[in-house]
């Protein structure tokens, strides 16, 4: 059980593009979501903090309008990257929490912008 | 200060050998703690919960300090396929709306033959 998937694992778009990725917990409901991104040799930042029905939660740093998040439901978010550039390409991750904090990881989401 | 720390590592190890990795935590009020493993390129899974009384799940053993406020993993018998990125995760009241998870920078174990 607790799986979440991701998609797409793997884009590469041209500068000034947008990118939607969807992360989806595929066997339980997950009224929260987290987006992540991850540079090389570098630890998890989280980005946001997803409600179900509500807005997202930002975290300093993370510009709201760039990266636009959607969690129109108990089983799907939708992180969109918009007007994409270079220093973008990154690692995404997304994670849902099933209970007691546990956090459960989609695979991933390799973006390169060019 | 960071919230959540770690010894980036590399710890080298041998095969078979006995590791043990620490994560400090800077919040007291902190109430919930995990170990993650991310192989390379690869998202974080769940390795196991840390209990107040502290717990074990075959070769891994988990503990809790609140005193020093510090979590610890213990590798027994390591293997090769150890061999990755440790993070540690803090859960901490934030704000009075909710609680915050905080990732350590993680702590890279090499198991070599």
């Known amino acids: 059980g607790a799986v979440v998937s991701q998609h797409p694992s793997w884009v590469i778009c041209k500068s000034g593009t947008s990118v939607k990725i969807e992360c989806r917990s595929l066997d339980f409901q997950a009224t929260t979501m987290f987006w992540y991104r991850q540079f090389p040799k570098q630890s998890l930042m989280l980005m946001a903090t997803?409600?179900?029905?509500?807005?997202?939660?930002?975290e300093q740093g993370v510009e709201k309008d760039k990266f636009l998040i959607n969690h129109a439901s108990l089983t799907l978010s939708t992180l969109t990257v918009t007007s994409a550039h270079p220093e973008d390409s990154s690692f995404y991750i997304c994670?849902?929490?099933?209970?007691?904090?546990?956090?459960?990881f989609g695979p991933g989401t390799r973006l390169t912008v060019t | 200060r960071k919230e959540v720390e770690q010894d980036p590592g590399p710890f080298n190890v041998p095969e078979g050998a006995t590791v043990a990795f620490n994560c400090t935590y800077s919040?007291?009020?902190?109430?919930?703690f995990f170990w993650y493993r991310q192989d390379c390129r690869k998202e974080p899974k769940l390795l196991m919960s840390v209990y107040s009384s502290g717990n074990e799940d075959g070769r891994f053993t988990a503990q809790l300090n609140r005193a020093s406020q510090y979590i610890s993993l213990l590798i027994r018998d390591s293997k090769l396929s150890d061999s990755a990125t440790y993070l540690c995760v803090v859960i901490s009241p934030y704000n009075n709306a909710g609680n915050m998870l905080t990732f350590g920078g993680g702590t890279r174990l090499m198991v070599k033959p």
């Open positions: 997803s409600n179900e029905g509500s807005k997202a939660t930002y």
């Open positions: 919040n007291s009020a902190s109430q919930s």
């Open positions: 994670s849902a929490e099933q209970s007691s904090y546990e956090q459960y």
